[in-house]
Each structure stands twice: as C-alpha cells, then as structure tokens.
C-alpha cells in the first residue's frame, strides 16, 4: 500500500461493496517491535516498543439493526454477523474475535450495532501485533463515532480486555500500548505499573544503522499454553519474594530465597531472574539513548535480553536462535526474538551497509537447516493509532 489515501480508498470500496452503503471513517492502527523490555509487561516493568509502518484499518458505520457485522479483506469468503444481544467471549473465535471483542467491551455503548471492514499489512501470526493493530483501530473508530470520552489509557484497556476477556490471551498491555501511543522517529519508553510514559528520540539512520526485523516464518498463538505458564510462574515467584510485582525487586541477588530446594524453585529463580534483569536492561538502554550516545552501544543489551529469553525465561525456538546467531556472526550490533516467544520474529541492529550481508546469512542458515527463506524488512519508529478519513 503506497500511502494513507490509497488505503482509505481500498477500505472504503470495499466497505461499500460488502455493506452497500459508504464508511462513516477510516481508521489506521499499527503493530509493533519491542526495542527491549520482554515478558515485563504483567511484571509491572517497563518497556520499549516503536510502531511499525505496517498498519491495520478499519472502515465503520453504525447500524440501527442491533447486528455487529465484520468482513476482512484478508479473509475475503467470511462475513460474521452477531446480534449485539447474543455477543459472549469466545464467539466468534479467529480473527474476528479481535474487532468483535473490542464492540463487545463498548457494547453499553453500541446499541444500534455496527458494520467494520478490516483490510492490513501487518504480517499475522510473526509476533508483531498484528491482533493488536486490529483491536486498537477499531477501538479508535468506536470512539470517535460514538463519541466516547476515553484517554487513551483507556483505549489501551478496552483493547487489552478484548484480548484477555474475550480472545482469552492473557497478555499485558505492551502491544495495545505501542499501537496506540507510539509517535514517528521515537520509542516509546513506558512504566507498566503507574502507565507513566516518555518518548525517547531513535534515529538509527543518522548513525548509518537500521532495524531488521526477521519473521522466522514460525506462528505462535498466545491463547495457548506457554504464554499463560510464564505468566503465572511470575507470580507464583512474586507471592514466594512477597511482592505485589516482580518489578518491585532491583536486587537480583534478593532472588537467591526462590530456590529453596522445592521442585520448581530453581524454575522460579531463572524466570524471575529474567524479569528483574530486564527490567534493567531497558533502564540501560533508554539512558544510552537519552545520552545522545552511539546507539551502536545498545546491540550487546539487545542480545543479552535474547540469551536471558532464551535461556531463563525459556520463551524462544531454534529458529529464533538461529536468526540471532546468524545475525550476529554476519555483523550485527545486537539481536534478540521479540514478542510472547515460542515463534515469531526477530529484530537485529544492524550497520546499513552490512543490512545485506546480515539478511543473506539469515537465509542461508535456514536454508542449511531445511526451513523457508524468513521474510525480513527493515523498520522506522513510525506513528501510532489515527484517523486516516
Ligand atoms: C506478547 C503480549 C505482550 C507482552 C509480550 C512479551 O506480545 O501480548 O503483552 O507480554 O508478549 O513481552
């Protein structure tokens, strides 16, 4: 897609075409990558995402019917149709759960019932919020045609509760967060506990680098179980450590106590090491950037949180390893998987000179190793949320 105005066009031709009557507005959300600050999220920790320029929109109209109608352009043979009155968590399931979550959240509101077309290119299934996207872009719409009075805090709830109450994926607001509040040239450096944000000035391309993002072609689906084991282990180690969060602990070596002996002791201790060294790591990294210094210094920091992912926190795949360690042995400044784990993508920082030699490595591992090429794409820290038309 070549632009906002040929976005805004396809949606609303479509829109037109499967609802026989014009859009009310267009609205765009993006996904994202988290520049660092992994699994930190439901800790109360902090973290670093920037927006993608991949985006989804979402055309609307009210209805005066009481029906929530959805259509995708990606999934162009099924158009769901729910009366409001019968909308309950887990109905419709796929990809339609995501809009029709968001209406389902609002639905004191959305009486009348409403018509959304859904069209995107963020990549689904690779770990970079694509359900998200879809979430907050709706969400934006309901608000603006409803005229609700919602922060965008609150959009950020009413989107995560979609996710968590109606999807059933447990996760934390990192990705509604990015979608939503992100700005262009910066990283948003977010406080999970209090939802204090700043935004940080990344400009990779004056320091002659670039951030490569590589789906390693492997889905992952958070609605299942090794997102919500973590989840819990982190609380579990929490109640032992007599906090509320995980990020209320600075002092790794205040983590000794988890393994007392007990079986899973030493399983608490290494996720819960993670959590509290990397909530350090992005202190670290949002301190160089803020310094003005070489962003060149963040790299090792990025692969230290993939070594503590994949090793304490248990979270990424082969593939994912393969990614960074190719990366890393072509030039690359750092890498670490990004997102929930157990698939998805990678990002490596990476000199744009080297971005070629980086990419060609990366696929000539996997095709060592029998796997498809990775689709990969280089990324700038673009804007969150907005109305398109
Ligand atoms: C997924 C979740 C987020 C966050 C990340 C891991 O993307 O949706 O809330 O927990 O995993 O950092």
Do not use: K
């Not at 980086?358 to 095709?367: G, H, I, P």
Request: hydrophobic fraction near 40%.
């Amino acid at each position: 897609m070549s632009g906002d105005d040929d976005a805004v066009r396809q949606a609303t031709s479509a829109f037109t075409e499967r609802f026989g009557t014009a859009p009310e507005g267009v609205w765009a959300a993006p996904g994202r990558v988290n520049v660092i600050g992994e699994h930190t999220d439901y800790n109360g920790g902090f973290v670093l995402p920037v927006a993608l320029a991949h985006t989804t929109r979402a055309a609307l109209a009210r209805r005066d019917d009481g029906i929530v109608a959805v259509a995708s352009l990606q999934h162009p043979d099924e158009t769901v149709e729910v009366p409001l009155a019968e909308l309950r968590p887990g109905h419709p399931s796929g990809w339609a759960g995501y809009p029709v979550g968001v209406v389902h959240e609002l639905r004191d509101r959305v009486t009348g019932g409403v018509s959304i077309l859904v069209d995107g290119d963020v990549p689904s299934g690779a770990g970079l919020s694509s359900s998200a996207a879809l979430e907050c872009a709706v969400a934006l719409g309901l608000r603006d045609l409803l005229g609700l009075e919602l922060a965008p805090a609150d959009l950020v709830d009413v989107a995560r509760r979609a996710e968590n109450d109606f999807v059933g994926a447990p996760t934390g607001i990192l990705d509604q967060s990015a979608s939503l509040l992100c700005t262009a040239d910066h990283a948003l450096f977010l406080d999970t506990r209090d939802r204090s944000s700043e935004q940080v000035p990344l400009d990779l391309g004056t320091a002659g680098l670039a951030l490569l993002v590589i789906d390693s072609g492997t889905t992952h689906d958070h609605a299942e179980g090794g997102y919500g084991d973590r989840r819990r282990e982190c609380e579990q180690a929490a109640v032992r450590l007599g906090v509320d969060l995980l990020r209320e602990v600075t002092d790794l070596a205040a983590l000794d106590v988890l393994a007392d002996g007990r079986p899973e002791g030493d399983v608490l201790l290494r996720r819960a090491r993670h959590v509290v060294s990397e909530d350090a790591r992005v202190l670290e990294v949002v301190g160089t950037l803020r310094d003005g210094a070489d962003p060149r210094s963040i790299g090792p920091v990025l692969t230290a949180s993939h070594e503590s992912l994949r090793d304490d926190f248990e979270v990424s795949v082969p593939l994912l390893d393969a990614c960074v360690e190719a990366a890393l042995a072509a030039g690359a400044h750092g890498a670490r998987m990004i997102g929930g784990g157990f698939g998805g993508s990678a990002i490596a920082l990476v000199d744009v000179d080297a971005l070629d030699a980086v990419t060609a490595a990366v696929t000539s591992r996997f095709e060592r190793e029998g796997h498809p090429a990775p689709r990969s794409f280089v990324t700038v820290p673009s804007d969150g949320a907005r109305r398109l038309a």
